[in-house]
T-cell receptor, first 116, second 110 residues
Framework: GAVVSQHPSRVICKSGTSVKIECRSLDFQATTMFWYRQFPKQSLMLMATSNEGSKATYEQGVEKDKFLINHASLTLSTLTVTSAHPEDSSFYIC????????????FGSGTRLTVV | GQQVMQIPQYQHVQEGEDFTTYCNSSTTLSNIQWYKQRPGGHPVFLIQLVKSGEVKKQKRLTFQFGEAKKNSSLHITATQTTDVGTYFCAGGGTGNQFYFGTGTSLTVIP
């Protein structure tokens, strides 16, 4: 089945620095990937749709200059949290699919970001 | 994005009891998916429903999609401790996006 790898699984950074999170489709090509954010004991909030070779589509209220998304290849999308602040601390998770109707979306294992 | 609400937010059941979570959307959905997320884990796909009034079963799990395609339910018969986790519905948007419901956290007491 489809496998999505996300790295790093945990990261701690200082306020004001930037953090890059990688999402890779290991055994399939993903023209589209999705980035979500999840606060403790809350739902997944769709942040943006990452499109290979073009600009990402951001959901309303998500700052595109704050959360930079690059989808330079069919197997890699990156999310960069720029000038991170403590309120950016959260669980970030990506997803992709080969067959949404039958196998749904496969999620990466997520990245726990802590900004100190 | 779409507003997808789930009730209840939390549910504690004795092992062997049944469990149901309900999903309601403010808009008509093209389709709906259900996911299970274990504590500390990531969401795992369970099923997709597309047709109005559709009912699908997976062993002890029964999924329904409402006639108006604005609501859905997941029913678990005779819960087991392995059923513990948070169950999310996710409604399909205009593109390939899916908007997750608020989730129902299930605790099964042995």
């Amino acid at each position: 089945g489809a496998v999505v790898s996300q790295h790093p699984s945990r990261v701690i950074c200082k306020s004001g620095t930037s953090v890059k999170i990688e999402c890779r489709s290991l055994d399939f090509q993903a023209t589209t990937m999705f980035w979500y954010r999840q606060f403790p004991k809350q739902s997944l909030m769709l942040m943006a749709t990452s499109n290979e070779g073009s600009k990402a589509t951001y959901e309303q209220g998500v700052e595109k200059d704050k959360f930079l998304i690059n989808h330079a290849s069919l197997t890699l999308s990156t999310l960069t949290v720029t000038s991170a602040h403590p309120e950016d601390s959260s669980f970030y998770i990506c997803s992709a699919t080969t067959d949404p109707a039958n196998s749904g979306y496969t999620f990466g294992s997520g990245t726990r970001l802590t900004v100190v | 994005g779409q507003q997808v609400m789930q009730i209840p937010q939390y549910q504690h059941v004795q092992e062997g009891e049944d469990f149901t979570t309900y999903c309601n959307s403010s808009t008509t959905l093209s389709n709906i998916q259900w996911y299970k997320q274990r504590p500390g884990g990531h969401p795992v796909f369970l099923i997709q429903l597309v047709k109005s009034g559709e009912v699908k079963k997976q062993k002890r799990l029964t999924f329904q999609f409402g006639e108006a395609k604005k609501n859905s339910s997941l029913h678990i018969t005779a819960t087991q401790t392995t059923d513990v986790g948070t169950y999310f519905c996710a409604g399909g948007g205009t593109g390939n996006q899916f908007y997750f419901g608020t989730g129902t956290s299930l605790t099964v007491i042995p």
